[in-house]
């Protein structure tokens, strides 16, 4: 039985990669659905800094590990994260603009809806504080109450933003950014985007070739990546290596929303394909820690791999979950379901820890049984 443990504090999660900049496209100047705004609240509200309350000046309330809500749309799911991500960033420059303008103040919102005012009030700056134009489907009434308030207070808020920039002689927002952030952001827009094959669904040859056909040129190292490029990584077989600025290509060949290539930092891939290589056919996997789904599936996907010829009795995955909310093990199902894992072929099991230490002691006990009938069965 191996063992897969994360050791440190790696902030591993279904995009594992530093999060890419946002970029600027006609939806983010027009408005998002209701739906984003909703999705980009609860991750921030989920992972929001929260100051010792001497400094707190703005208060999110205390509930965490929120369930997700459902945005079907790949797009759109995106670029909720990326809303929410660029909110976190701001959230200091944010919280001064809801102070100084004195909407906080004056008709304050509760406490709970303050996730939603952030990331709908970084919005509003982001488009010049202009009122929506994207067409609607579904309205929700917490999202038009919350627009409803920013835009009562959108001259006030206007003020405050230009008063900080001349404070702080801002030729735009991100120069307010820590240098250590800004390092970090121009570093992770040069760094390689790294992407592994779902063996679960397709192939490395099918992906190669769906990647060709869309105009993409197989290179034979990474130093020669440059326009609309790609190669094999020289360590794991399985990832493929494309430059930074090619993400919005690769989710036009739909390899990226029909989780065939799945895009995730290198580091993440390292300890999966490690354990696949020493893994032995008898042997199954326990993974022990705080993984992303994807880490997950990707552990899967190269066993099952591996194995393929023996498709009835191949390793399996075990996945222990402890202190975890049904929020966080629902979502952790939903990931590995989506890439194309599941229990019922035997790839992937989630256990609590007390089931992973009897998983242990029982498969102990069968291995030990089995070198015993071994050792008893007579010389041919």
């Known amino acids: 039985l191996f063992y897969l443990i994360q050791l440190d504090d790696e902030a591993e999660s279904d995009t594992s990669a530093a999060p890419p900049q946002p970029h600027i496209t006609i939806q983010s100047w027009q408005g998002f659905p209701d739906r984003v705004y909703l999705l980009a609240s609860v991750i921030y509200q989920n992972n929001h800094l929260e100051k010792p309350a001497a400094q707190r000046l703005v208060s999110y309330g205390k509930e965490r590990g929120l369930r997700l809500p459902e945005v079907k749309d790949e797009e759109m799911h995106r670029a909720a994260y990326e809303m929410a991500f660029s909110t976190l960033k701001y959230q200091e420059l944010l919280e001064d603009m809801m102070i100084d303008s004195c909407c906080y103040l004056t008709q304050p919102m509760p406490d709970e809806q303050m996730s939603l005012v952030a990331v709908m009030l970084y919005d509003f700056q982001n488009r010049k504080f202009l009122p929506r134009e994207c067409k609607v489907d ?40 820590p240098e250590s952030v800004k390092k970090k952001q121009q570093r992770s827009s040069k760094l390689p985007l790294y992407a592994w094959v779902n063996t679960l669904k397709s192939s490395l040859d099918e992906i190669q070739g769906v990647l060709k056909s869309a105009g993409f040129s197989q290179v034979k190292s990474i130093g020669q990546l440059e326009g609309q490029s790609f190669c094999q990584d020289p360590h794991c077989g399985d ?15 739909k390899l990226l929303s029909d989780h065939k290539l799945i895009i995730q930092d290198k580091s993440c891939s390292l300890g999966p394909n490690a354990v696949c290589s020493l893994l032995h056919e008898e042997g199954d996997v326990l993974m022990v820690g ?85 050792k008893k069965a007579p010389a041919c």
């Open 138 to 177: 579904e309205i929700v009434q917490e999202v038009r109450h919350v627009e409803d308030y920013l835009l009562r207070f959108k001259t006030k808020l206007a003020a405050s933003l230009a008063r900080c920039r001349i404070k702080h002689d801002l030729l735009s927002i991100e120069c307010i950014l």
């Open 239 to 253: 990832i493929l290596v494309f430059p930074a600025q090619l993400k919005a290509q690769l989710y036009s060949t």
């Open 290 to 374: 705080s993984f992303s789904g994807l880490t997950v599936s990707h552990t899967a996907a190269l066993i099952a791999e591996k194995y393929k010829a023996n498709s009835i009795n191949w390793p399996s995955v075990y996945v222990c979950v402890n202190n975890c909310t049904d929020a966080q093990r629902e979502e952790l199902e939903l990931t590995v379901s989506a890439m194309g894992c599941n229990s019922k072929r035997k790839q992937m099991y989630v256990l609590e820890w007390a089931a992973s230490i009897g998983l242990c002691l029982c498969w102990r006990q069968k291995r030990r049984q089995k070198k015993m009938e071994q």
